[in-house]
């Protein structure tokens, strides 16, 4: 239903405005900004005009958000700060529907028209709210050699459709925070399994298209995904640590030979000392990393073991076999020393031109960062000190929606730059370009958030006292339910 709203809208609009090719392009842009306006305040169904305001103070502010309160201040939102913290805690949003809205939009592809999609964590850090349930240690990476952290915090799963070139945009689809008792992997196949089928839904894909390419960064168990995702038309790209060993497939099994037959081949140790004859090897000039060479080598798989996750496999352990790759480039930007980078895919046969689509993606997975630093420094996601982690989810969808709002107005608003500032050539404005001058053409588009109707404040606390209501403290951390905890095992570990 959102995205038949967004397409009879986005009809209705070039309807008005002409017919031409620029008219017909600009009236595409501007109809579907309108039209997921209205579908996000429809989404809005509890405070919804004061969300909705909300999300347009973080759009039209000056400058970075810094605190929640000072959106109150802004002129788009034309209530008090206690409707503003009404909203942000009492509102309601529906999720579904604005996930499907998010998802009938268009959706960025490579240029052989295949969607790329990143998956990736990012934590909202609260290490000081004791009083916040569901926090887990999340880790922090610091600036110097082994600085890394665990702190305490909400660590919420993204996915973002990735453009081609090098970009700071992506189009962010679907965000869910992961709980202590979550199984991280299960959580993800999960959440690329709903994408994909509401980007199937939405038409972005149809039989006989290239399957979704899903990239992720080390830490992910990309071989139980493959295994979790086997039925999807998906394929993984996952960086691997540069210590692992897979194996080759078994040899085939002699007629004399005795016993139980041999389940792993040949060991492939990723350090080496040497590695047999690749099946594909590239070299490509960059003018970013110099010569890039990449290999590939196919049919690996890793030895799983019946613990983990796959205490509880019925029969056999699957064999899951894939192609590795190694990449070796000349240099990194900022003079660092370049080590050799270890992917491995969900598929078997690479040929040279696969192996360089895929190094190529991989490298791409790296525009999701810039988006998380525009949420984080700029839209001010983790800005606000809430204790209630639902109220976290709420404040986590508003801000995916205006940053989609700043990807649809990409085309629409002028280059506000500074004196300083170099000019940015037609269409290639950062995110940050596009939220400066949003503000202009706020006005432009859909406005269906009603205006405040005039009252009176509340009492509030009564002058001189306190709070005595202490609030629950909550352990931090991985603990298993009641009903799940083995014997003898501590249910309020952390």
């Not at 999340?138 to 973002?160: E, T």
């Not at 492939?268 to 490509?284: D, E, V």
């Not at 192609?323 to 050799?340: M, N, Q, Y």
């Not at 988006?371 to 420094?377: A, E, G």
């Amino acid at each position: 239903m959102a995205v038949a709203f967004i397409m009879a809208w986005q009809a209705e609009t070039v309807e008005q405005r002409g017919t031409g090719a620029e008219g017909a392009e600009g009236a595409d842009a501007a109809g579907l900004l309108a039209g997921f306006r209205r579908e996000l305040h429809a989404c809005l169904t509890a405070r919804a005009d004061a969300l909705f305001e909300l999300a347009d103070a973080v759009l039209c502010v000056d400058g970075p958000v810094r605190t929640l309160v000072e959106l109150a201040l802004a002129p788009e939102h034309r209530r008090g700060h206690g409707a503003l913290y009404d909203g942000f805690n009492g509102g309601r949003v529906e999720v579904a529907r604005l996930r499907r809205a998010v998802a009938g939009l268009p959706v960025p592809r490579g240029r052989d028209g295949r969607i790329t999609l990143a998956v990736d964590v990012s934590p909202w850090l609260r290490p000081e709210a004791a009083g916040s349930p569901d926090r887990l240690f999340c880790h922090v990476h610091g600036r110097g050699k082994g600085q890394a952290q665990m702190i305490p915090g909400w660590p919420y799963s993204f996915v973002a459709a990735l453009e081609p070139g090098r970009t700071s945009w992506t189009a962010v689809l679907d965000a869910v925070r992961l709980g202590p008792g979550d199984d991280e992997t299960a959580v993800t196949a999960g959440q690329i399994r709903e994408v994909v089928e509401r980007l199937a839904e939405a038409g972005h894909w149809r039989d006989g298209e290239a399957d979704i390419l899903i990239v992720l960064d080390a830490g992910y168990d990309v071989t139980r995904l493959a295994f979790l995702l086997a039925d999807l038309p998906v394929e993984l790209l996952a960086r691997m640590r540069s210590d692992r060993v897979l194996h080759f497939p078994a040899p085939p099994r002699q007629a004399c030979a005795v016993g139980r037959p041999a389940r792993h081949g040949a060991a492939f140790a990723f350090a080496g000392p040497a590695w047999p004859r690749p099946r594909a090897a590239t070299t490509t000039e960059t003018p970013r990393y110099g010569t890039a060479c990449a290999q590939a080598w196919d049919r690996l798989h890793p030895r799983l073991a019946r613990r983990g996750a796959w205490e509880d496999h019925d029969g056999d352990l699957p064999i899951l076999e894939g192609t590795v790759i190694r990449l070796e480039v000349d240099h990194l930007p900022g003079d660092r020393a370049p080590k050799p980078l270890w992917l491995w895919w969900s598929r078997a046969g690479a040929t040279p031109a696969d192996v360089d689509r895929l190094w190529q993606a991989f490298l791409r997975r790296f525009d999701i960062e810039h988006t998380f630093r525009l949420f984080k420094q700029t839209l001010g996601w983790t800005a606000p000190k809430t204790r209630d982690p639902a109220a976290a989810d709420r404040w986590t969808w508003l801000i995916i929606a205006c940053h989609t709002q700043l990807r649809l107005a990409r085309d629409l608003t002028a280059d506000l730059r500074r004196p300083w500032e170099r000019p940015a050539p037609p269409g290639r404005l950062t995110p940050a370009r596009v939220r400066r001058g949003f503000r202009r053409l706020r006005p432009t588009t859909a406005l269906p958030a009603s205006a405040p109707k005039p009252t009176r404040p509340g009492p509030g606390r009564p002058p001189g006292s306190k709070n005595t209501r202490q609030a629950p403290r909550h352990p931090v951390g991985k603990h298993p339910k009641p009903d799940t905890a083995k014997p003898g095992q501590n249910k309020q570990a952390g």
